[in-house]
């Protein structure tokens, strides 16, 4: 019975520094056309794999609401991530783009870069996330 004591108290010290290492980033997305429908999709991004659908650090998905829309992801380890959106207006779970890979659903990155011969770098996107700390951040729809 002791050593079960004993392993419950070190299972509950290890889980608050695990979650103490870790940040949470808060996203609001705003202008959203909110007679379009579908839904709004937010992805975490970091520097491997920018912009790759499929290897996002993480992902959420809500239907649309209002023309600003907020999405908390929490536990990041702490580093540098850049954020992207997307108004998934045909709710397909994937963001439509021209011949030329443009987007052709509304969307936006971390830090609202000017998108002039192609997608911006990850440098240009990125916002830090710190341990214990709520890194607030706002990507406009385009």
């Known amino acids: 019975m002791m050593f079960k004591d004993f392993f419950c108290a070190l299972a509950i010290c290890f889980s608050h520094i ?3 290492q870790t940040g949470k980033a ?6 959203i056309q909110v007679s379009k429908g579908g839904n709004i999709a937010a992805a975490v991004f970091d520097s491997k794999n ?3 659908f499929g290897k996002q650090v993480m992902s ?3 239907e649309v609401t209002s023309t600003k829309m907020v999405f908390v992801f929490e536990n990041l380890p702490p580093g540098n991530y850049a954020f992207m959106a997307f108004h998934d207006i045909d709710r397909n779970n994937e963001m439509k783009t021209n011949f030329i890979g443009y987007p052709k659903e509304p969307f936006g990155i971390s830090n609202n870069p000017s998108l002039l011969f192609g997608p911006p770098s990850f440098n240009e996107s990125k916002v830090r996330v710190t ?3 709520t890194t ?3 990507i406009r729809l385009r």
């Open 26 to 31: 808060m996203v609001e997305i705003e202008n």
């Open 136 to 138: 607030a951040l706002k």
């Open 60 to 62: 959420a998905s809500k």
């Open 18 to 20: 695990v979650s103490a």
């Open 131 to 133: 341990a214990n700390k």
């Open 50 to 52: 920018f912009l790759k």
